[in-house]
């Protein structure tokens, strides 16, 4: 059973200050990792995605992946009110099913 | 640039019935996949279809069905509607199944299914 496992928070940040998400997966076939913004209501809106082992960064958002600890994680920095949102992180298996497995999501509020 | 585009955006039905969503995905995009996303969890995969052909298909029982038309649209059928239903459905597009970064998975807005 691939599983993709995310505290689901809330997670709580002053404004201006990093927020870090963190998530770790068992399929160690995942060659891809993506995380994805969804406010309430809404549905997932990719930011970021990473496929090889250290830090991706764009923006504010930097992905860190690390495959031998299987652990996956997004910085945010210099937090906005306008990133509370719940966080999904999803891991893609190439190996004879091209889906996402998504964690339950982590809960973010950025306090003004 | 059109995105995702599903319909209807909501839908009510009742127990037993039958429900037809639909999914346009972005231009030259020939993989679809659909999930269900029930209130605080996170998506869970239904059907992924390529070429008009089933690639994969998640822990979901026969009455889900699903196909992929010629133009790469793509249509997810649920039969003899349950309350356990109720949910977002998602349909998310991508340039190939291999997609393993190149764009990733980009989802529609969605159908709320609501069953009564």
């Known amino acids: 059973q691939k599983e993709v496992e995310q505290n689901s928070g809330p997670l709580s940040v002053p404004e201006g200050a990093i927020a870090s998400l963190n998530c770790t997966y068992s399929?160690?076939?995942?060659?891809?990792f993506f995380w994805y913004r969804q406010y309430s209501g809404k549905s997932p809106e990719l930011i970021m995605s990473?496929?090889?082992?250290g830090d991706k960064e764009d923006g504010r958002f930097t992905a860190q992946l690390n495959k031998a600890s299987q652990y996956v994680s997004l910085l945010i920095r210099d937090s906005q009110p306008s990133d509370s949102a719940t966080y999904l992180c999803a891991g893609f298996s190439g190996a004879g099913s091209y889906q996402l497995t998504f964690g339950k999501g982590t809960k973010l509020s950025v306090i003004p | 640039d059109a995105g995702v585009t599903q319909s209807p955006t909501h839908l009510i039905k009742t127990r037993g019935q039958h429900v037809t969503l639909r999914c346009s995905p972005i231009?030259?995009?020939?993989?679809v996949s659909w999930y269900q996303q029930v209130l605080g969890q996170g998506p869970q995969f239904i059907f992924q279809?390529?070429?008009?052909?089933?690639?994969g298909r998640g822990n979901f029982p026969d009455r889900f069905s699903a196909r992929q038309f010629p133009n790469y649209s793509s249509e997810l059928n649920v039969n003899a509607l349950l309350l356990g239903d109720s949910a977002l459905y998602l349909c998310?597009?991508?340039?190939?199944?291999?997609?393993?970064?190149?764009?990733?998975?980009?989802f529609g807005s969605g159908t709320r299914l609501t069953v009564v």
């Open positions: 399929d160690r076939g995942s060659q891809s």
């Open positions: 998310a597009s991508s340039t190939s199944i291999r997609d393993r970064g190149i764009g990733g998975h980009r």
């Open positions: 279809y390529y070429e008009k052909e089933e690639r």
């Open positions: 990473i496929y090889s082992n």
């Open positions: 231009s030259g995009h020939k993989s």
